[in-house]
């Protein structure tokens, strides 16, 4: 017998009364007053002029740290939540001020630890290390924070920094947000009764349009996205040249002389891995040209304008009923984990996904995790379609991950973005491969092609022009602040190069539509998943070959992902070299098979 699982997440299991919660009112408090009494007594030990700290007080400072981090990312995700199912609730925005306000604070406080830690001599710290039971586990994050305070101002300039951030730098993060809550999209339809009626989406409801199975209808949908988005290009211009503005200005003042310094540290990779990533994924694409002008002949189009690269063929235009949505989901996760069908199975029956469709809710889909709770939240908007199923999926990935370090030390979670998009995408891979497999049917495995090829064309070429955009816009932006017309004829440049010339009517407006440009926490939110994409690729081929036997392998690797940087990981657990070109050729390779397949069936 089926089960029905709820389509709206539970959030009053976290924290009840919603944004009036008194639970997390006081919550907050206890993370106040926490920052608060570690601020001071660094500031003591500061004022004290102590050369450095003994290793008792060490502890208790990384101690008060990890407790402070865990409840800051918690609440971080409540007000999240909180903002995304309802982009108008005020009193959310509140909360997000004060949980802005009090990171700043304790982003302040770690400046002021991390000044403590450049304190310790080499040889006290290599033994502080090595010999405290508490601090070994979560060493490398420790080296990795002294190494990098090194390179910042000094602790007292980064604080202010930091501070000044909340109504400035990330005030116009914020401001994003206002932007797209007030958004409204006219649609026109038939009312049932012979007439036509037109009625208003939200920015998450009228997405989903823009990949309708029907021409007519995403034509349609894209006109008016760009309309709107046009209409607001001004606001979002001011915006975004705020946003990158301060963050230049910072680097100037650490003396960085390059926008991708801090991407890459947080990312915890190098530049050459990123080098030899995008050239392989350059090689590979004339076969991806080749899929999309393939599918402009089944379309029955010259060429393929932006809105129908995602356009579905076949059978894929079926709704997907949610619940079915699930089962396929979770009977595909079985078949390599059961620990993983399990942890899915317990996120949909608990209230832990919210996928219903309507207005009022913010575009996109995401995961967000409570580890103090020990759970997550997903975030989307569910139509039925193809790639719906897939992104449930993707987001159950980034769930999973978060599953198995639960038990780590809270700065062992860390892991960075990279990597949390390599869990999410070879989750998706698990569905969208094992569903081609058993597919009989001409047209439902054309369709099931096409939706996992189209994964391909994402990573290689829409991200690679959000990549090109924005590296473009850091080097620009130097010179002074770009007008919206000029934003919109960048982004058009750098999808005519990144889709290798194979698209008719571009999105100049995507540099407005797309939330990842406006976050204040991660800059250049864009490489990072096609690393995902292709690292997981590489490891669903090891996986392939060692069958469910893998599946423990693969939970280890997920659980370094928060202590090591991304070339020690591969190494470690799969023997491979991320800074050389010859995985990369192989990954891209491999993400490349199915449109040989497409193109025979296709004939």
Known sequence: MKTAYPQAWDLEALYPGGSQSQAFSQELNGLEADIEALSQQLAEAKADGASAPAEEQLN?????????????????????????????????????????????????????????????????????????????????VLNE??????????????ALAAELAVDGYHGWGDF????????????????????????????????????????????????????????????????????????????????WGSALKEPLAINRMSEATLDAMWTAVTEGKPKLVQYLERKAELLGLKQLDWHDVGAPLGSSHKVVPYDDAAQIILEQFRAFSPDLADFSELAFRE??????????????????????????????????????????????????????????????????MNVAETASTFAEMIVSDSA???????????????????????????????????????????????????????????????????????????????????????????????FGYLFSCGIYAVAKKEGRSFADRYVALLRDTGVMNVEELAQKHLGVRLDELGFWREAVALALEDVDTFLELTR
Not at 103 to 110: R, S, V
């Open 176 to 255: 994003y947000n206002t932007i797209v809550s007030r958004i409204r999209f006219e649609v026109t339809e038939d009312d049932g009764n012979g007439g036509e009626a037109t009625k208003q989406l939200s920015a998450g409801q009228m997405s989903n349009r823009l990949t309708n199975s029907k021409r007519a209808v995403r034509e349609a949908a894209f006109e008016e996205w760009e309309r709107e988005w046009n209409e607001q290009g001004d606001l979002c211009a001011d915006t975004i040249n705020r946003i990158s503005g301060f963050r230049l200005k910072l680097y100037e003042k650490r003396g």
């Open 436 to 530: 081609l497999k058993a597919a009989t049917d001409r047209s439902e495995k054309l369709a099931l092609l096409d939706d996992k090829i189209h994964s391909a064309v994402s990573f290689f070429m829409d991200i690679h022009a959000r990549f090109l955009f924005e590296t473009r816009f850091y080097e620009r932006r130097k010179q002074g602040m770009l007008t919206h017309d000029e934003l919109s004829k960048l982004m058009e440049e750098a999808q005519e190069e990144a889709f290798s010339g194979v698209l008719g009517k571009k999105h100049p407006h995507f540099w407005a539509s797309k939330l990842h440009f406006y976050l204040t926490d991660v800059p250049f939110y864009n490489f990072p998943y096609t």
């Open 60 to 140: 208790k400072w990384t101690a008060a740290v990890q407790s402070i981090l865990l409840r800051i990312r918690q609440s971080d995700s409540f007000v999240g939540c909180l903002q995304a199912q309802q982009m108008k609730d005020a009193a959310a925005n509140a909360l997000n001020d004060r949980v802005k306000t009090l990171t700043a604070k304790f982003n302040a406080a770690l400046t002021a630890f991390d000044e403590q830690l450049l304190n310790v001599d080499d040889t006290n710290w290599t033994s502080w290390l090595q010999t405290s039971e508490s601090v070994a586990p979560v060493a490398f």
């Open 351 to 416: 209230g832990w996904i919210e996928a219903e469709d309507r207005p009022g809710k913010r575009p996109g889909g995401f995961c967000t995790a409570f580890p103090k709770s020990g759970q997550t939240r997903i975030f989307m908007t569910y139509s039925g379609t193809a790639s719906n199923v897939s992104t449930l999926a993707h987001e159950l990935g980034h769930a999973y991950h978060q599953h198995v370090m639960n038990d780590l030390q809270p700065l062992a979670q860390e892991y960075a």
């Open 145 to 158: 924070r002294r190494e990098l305070a090194k390179e910042k101002l000094p602790p007292s300039q980064e």
